[in-house]
């Protein structure tokens, strides 16, 4: 906020694990965290993203393992000794104190002077867009707002991480998707480095700089969110990252192979994994009439049954069981130009995928 | 109507005549009427049992006070309890030994509430249970327990002395001590329960953001926690306090005659006067100070409450 932007940290997680008795909360994570970047831990629900975040906020205590900010290791620290802020699920605001006083709250800890506390009050509500709020009582703001008082709160003193728990969970869905946009334009203008939760993919997509998928305790992936939805490790993430369906193919001198037809394939090196499924992203999917496109080494084109179409406002979504017997999906957006080639349920098609979205993925994981 | 004709006519194929619609209106109404016919009804009998029993003896015992010694209308009860100094200080001893009870309470029980709410759920049922089990006890009962307890050859005594700590028995009961000891320990469960409930409506998250943003628990406690447990904190403590002015049994057996609080001087004053009316006037007194008491905290937890 101030000239001198705070000197973001990286942080350095190590075999970091807790355990709930027999139970493997967070299993042996590894993975670092650049000085300024934006990274959300995205899983589903009991994937032991709350628990390391919680672990790196210091509320949990890990069985093993080492967590660092910059050459600082944090792990035998109490919270209140961390310098971390953050955002919580349900912002956790002080009921009993003014939107000011909540703010001013870390600052007074850190024995910064009235004149200044106002100033650094004054200027953090101005950066969530809240100026003239200080006076306001919690219970007054709407939840939008009190989102925004408890991210200023936990930018307020200059944290050199910022931990937010579900940040939006608790906002409408349009309320949800501004907040994205803003918190990401906060975070490119302050330079923290931020770790997120969250177990919405899109919210995920839309913030980070990288995401970290987590499975059943233990780190599946961690990549960008384009590597992520391109190339994702394995089945799990492919699902879990947009929509997909997987086909599964042989392996056969020749290349992979579904039912008697070899595939085209993005990646040559591709088709290494165990247990090959090819993996079908219903927008990368376009319907022909049968016999109109040919295959050749540019394109796969696979003939099926329309089964059913749905329509869902800015699209249509199509489901297609294939000749071998396998059911994908196929998104079509909604434009003119595309109704000539829309089928009826019950009608036979072809699909169209390009070569460089054919991707194979393994179905472990 | 205007309305109901619109909302027909705006219908290409009304459901319901006009006709229709105005009879239905009257009949909800008629329903609504009804319903709350049904509720007086049913609160009928509870507020004839809140007259028959509290309203009209008050009343009774209101004109009661105004009957001096030749059965004419009187100030004389008031005005012996104003110049009488025994009964200034029997006042005195009252509010002095609820305010002493209501300060042990609190800090006595506060720790017990918040263990309660940190404990996981199955110890802080064994240990409700622990707070509930004397609280259901015969308060008779309990106050005969202390004055085994208590006395010159009882457990404490004997067993302070056995373990050569003290000499001479300790004067604990027949005292102000022991009508501290009982009381305190028959009014922490009316402190503790709605202290319990305030502290758990407590978001765990609070303290956590505390914490957070570099609280240590000692000042995070003080900042946040207290505060807002602070509603159910002043909810027992006038709880205990007000229950205190009027308390018979405990200080009349513990006290043995040493501490004379109010309800015992009204015991006294109805055998010891020919009339019912200095007894009565005793009870109006503390009725209104009581009354007046609740009043002033009334007040100042609104104002508190407001200035959130």
Redesign the interface.
């Given at each position: 906020m101030t000239s001198a932007a705070p000197t973001a940290l990286p942080v350095y997680i190590s075999a970091l694990s807790k355990y709930y008795g027999a139970f493997r909360a967070v299993d042996d994570v590894s993975f670092e965290i650049a000085a300024g970047e934006f990274l959300t831990l995205l899983g589903p629900s009991g994937s032991g993203k709350t628990t390391l975040l919680m672990m790196l906020a210091g509320f949990a205590r890990p069985n093993a393992g080492s967590v660092r900010l910059g050459d600082r290791e944090v792990i035998h620290l109490p919270p209140h000794k961390r310098d971390i802020g953050m955002v919580f699920q349900n912002y956790a605001l002080f009921p009993h104190m003014s939107v000011g006083e909540n703010i001013a709250y870390p600052l007074k800890l850190r024995s910064v002077g009235r004149a200044e506390r106002e100033e650094r009050v004054r200027r953090v509500l101005d950066l969530v867009q809240l100026s003239g709020y200080a006076e306001r009582r919690i219970t007054e703001l709407s939840g939008g707002q009190r989102q925004r008082i408890a991210l200023a709160r936990a930018i307020v003193f200059e944290p050199r991480i910022l931990l937010m728990d579900e940040p939006l969970s608790a906002l409408d869905k349009q309320l949800r998707e501004t907040m994205q946009i803003e918190i990401r334009r906060l975070h490119d203008r302050l330079g923290m480095t931020t770790i997120s939760v969250t177990h919405d993919q899109r919210e995920a997509l839309t913030m980070s700089d990288r995401v970290a998928v987590f499975s059943r305790g233990r780190l599946a992936q961690v990549a960008t969110p384009s590597d992520l939805y391109e190339k994702p490790a394995n089945r799990f993430i492919a699902d879990f990252i947009g929509e997909s369906s997987f086909i599964p193919v042989r392996r056969t001198p020749e290349g992979l192979v579904y039912g008697d037809q070899l595939l085209r394939l993005a990646d040559a090196g591709d088709g290494a994994q165990a247990d090959p499924l090819l993996m079908l992203r219903p927008e990368r999917l376009s319907i022909v009439r049968p016999g109109q496109v040919a295959c050749d080494e540019k394109r796969n084109v696979f003939s099926g049954l329309a089964q059913s179409v749905v329509f869902q406002g800015e699209s249509l979504l199509i489901e297609v069981r294939l000749d071998p017997g396998d059911v994908v999906l196929v998104r079509q957006s909604n434009r003119a130009g595309e109704a000539a080639n829309r089928p009826g349920a019950g009608e036979r098609v072809d699909l169209v995928l390009d070569r460089p979205d054919a991707r194979i993925v393994s179905a472990e994981g | 109507m205007s309305l109901l004709q619109t909302a027909a006519s705006d219908y290409r194929q009304p459901a319901a005549t006009v006709a229709a619609l105005r009879e239905n209106a009257q009949a909800l109404d008629r329903d609504r009427q009804r319903e709350n016919g049904q509720l007086l009804r049913l609160s009928l009998p509870a507020l004839a049992i809140v007259v028959i029993l509290m309203v009209a003896p008050i009343g009774w015992l209101f004109s009661l006070s105004f009957v001096g010694a030749d059965g004419g209308f009187s100030f004389e009860n008031y005005t012996r309890i104003v110049t009488d100094g025994a009964y200034v200080s029997i006042f005195a001893t009252t509010f002095q030994v609820a305010a002493v009870v209501t300060v042990l309470c609190l800090l006595l029980g506060y720790p017990v509430a918040y263990v309660l709410t940190i404990l996981p759920d199955r110890f802080a049922q064994a240990l409700m249970l622990a707070v509930l089990v004397p609280f259901w006890t015969s308060l008779l009962v309990r106050t005969y327990a202390w004055l085994v307890l208590l006395q010159r050859r009882g457990v404490v005594n004997d067993t302070l002395s056995m373990l050569g700590l003290i000499e001479r028995p300790l004067p604990l009961v027949h005292n102000m001590a022991g009508v501290t000891i009982g009381m305190v320990h028959i009014m922490l469960p009316f402190l503790i329960m709605p202290l319990y409930a305030s502290m758990k409506a407590i978001?765990g998250?609070?303290m956590?953001?505390?914490?957070?943003?570099?609280?240590?628990?000692v000042?995070?406690f003080f900042?946040?926690f207290l505060?807002?447990s602070l509603p159910g904190l002043i909810a027992g403590a006038v709880m205990v306090f007000v229950m205190c002015l009027g308390f018979y049994i405990t200080p009349a057996l513990l006290g043995g005659g040493k501490v004379q609080m109010i309800a015992q001087r009204i015991e006294q004053s109805v055998s010891l006067f020919p009339t019912w009316g200095p007894a009565a006037a005793l009870a109006v007194v503390l009725l209104v100070l009581t009354g007046g008491f609740l009043l002033l905290s009334w007040l100042i937890v609104r104002r508190f409450s407001r200035g959130?």
């Amino acid at each position: 906020m101030t000239s001198a932007a705070p000197t973001a940290l990286p942080v350095y997680i190590s075999a970091l694990s807790k355990y709930y008795g027999a139970f493997r909360a967070v299993d042996d994570v590894s993975f670092e965290i650049a000085a300024g970047e934006f990274l959300t831990l995205l899983g589903p629900s009991g994937s032991g993203k709350t628990t390391l975040l919680m672990m790196l906020a210091g509320f949990a205590r890990p069985n093993a393992g080492s967590v660092r900010l910059g050459d600082r290791e944090v792990i035998h620290l109490p919270p209140h000794k961390r310098d971390i802020g953050m955002v919580f699920q349900n912002y956790a605001l002080f009921p009993h104190m003014s939107v000011g006083e909540n703010i001013a709250y870390p600052l007074k800890l850190r024995s910064v002077g009235r004149a200044e506390r106002e100033e650094r009050v004054r200027r953090v509500l101005d950066l969530v867009q809240l100026s003239g709020y200080a006076e306001r009582r919690i219970t007054e703001l709407s939840g939008g707002q009190r989102q925004r008082i408890a991210l200023a709160r936990a930018i307020v003193f200059e944290p050199r991480i910022l931990l937010m728990d579900e940040p939006l969970s608790a906002l409408d869905k349009q309320l949800r998707e501004t907040m994205q946009i803003e918190i990401r334009r906060l975070h490119d203008r302050l330079g923290m480095t931020t770790i997120s939760v969250t177990h919405d993919q899109r919210e995920a997509l839309t913030m980070s700089d990288r995401v970290a998928v987590f499975s059943r305790g233990r780190l599946a992936q961690v990549a960008t969110p384009s590597d992520l939805y391109e190339k994702p490790a394995n089945r799990f993430i492919a699902d879990f990252i947009g929509e997909s369906s997987f086909i599964p193919v042989r392996r056969t001198p020749e290349g992979l192979v579904y039912g008697d037809q070899l595939l085209r394939l993005a990646d040559a090196g591709d088709g290494a994994q165990a247990d090959p499924l090819l993996m079908l992203r219903p927008e990368r999917l376009s319907i022909v009439r049968p016999g109109q496109v040919a295959c050749d080494e540019k394109r796969n084109v696979f003939s099926g049954l329309a089964q059913s179409v749905v329509f869902q406002g800015e699209s249509l979504l199509i489901e297609v069981r294939l000749d071998p017997g396998d059911v994908v999906l196929v998104r079509q957006s909604n434009r003119a130009g595309e109704a000539a080639n829309r089928p009826g349920a019950g009608e036979r098609v072809d699909l169209v995928l390009d070569r460089p979205d054919a991707r194979i993925v393994s179905a472990e994981g | 109507m205007s309305l109901l004709q619109t909302a027909a006519s705006d219908y290409r194929q009304p459901a319901a005549t006009v006709a229709a619609l105005r009879e239905n209106a009257q009949a909800l109404d008629r329903d609504r009427q009804r319903e709350n016919g049904q509720l007086l009804r049913l609160s009928l009998p509870a507020l004839a049992i809140v007259v028959i029993l509290m309203v009209a003896p008050i009343g009774w015992l209101f004109s009661l006070s105004f009957v001096g010694a030749d059965g004419g209308f009187s100030f004389e009860n008031y005005t012996r309890i104003v110049t009488d100094g025994a009964y200034v200080s029997i006042f005195a001893t009252t509010f002095q030994v609820a305010a002493v009870v209501t300060v042990l309470c609190l800090l006595l029980g506060y720790p017990v509430a918040y263990v309660l709410t940190i404990l996981p759920d199955r110890f802080a049922q064994a240990l409700m249970l622990a707070v509930l089990v004397p609280f259901w006890t015969s308060l008779l009962v309990r106050t005969y327990a202390w004055l085994v307890l208590l006395q010159r050859r009882g457990v404490v005594n004997d067993t302070l002395s056995m373990l050569g700590l003290i000499e001479r028995p300790l004067p604990l009961v027949h005292n102000m001590a022991g009508v501290t000891i009982g009381m305190v320990h028959i009014m922490l469960p009316f402190l503790i329960m709605p202290l319990y409930a305030s502290m758990k409506a407590i978001d765990g998250n609070l303290m956590r953001a505390a914490a957070n943003l570099g609280s240590s628990p000692v000042h995070a406690f003080f900042r946040v926690f207290l505060p807002l447990s602070l509603p159910g904190l002043i909810a027992g403590a006038v709880m205990v306090f007000v229950m205190c002015l009027g308390f018979y049994i405990t200080p009349a057996l513990l006290g043995g005659g040493k501490v004379q609080m109010i309800a015992q001087r009204i015991e006294q004053s109805v055998s010891l006067f020919p009339t019912w009316g200095p007894a009565a006037a005793l009870a109006v007194v503390l009725l209104v100070l009581t009354g007046g008491f609740l009043l002033l905290s009334w007040l100042i937890v609104r104002r508190f409450s407001r200035g959130e």
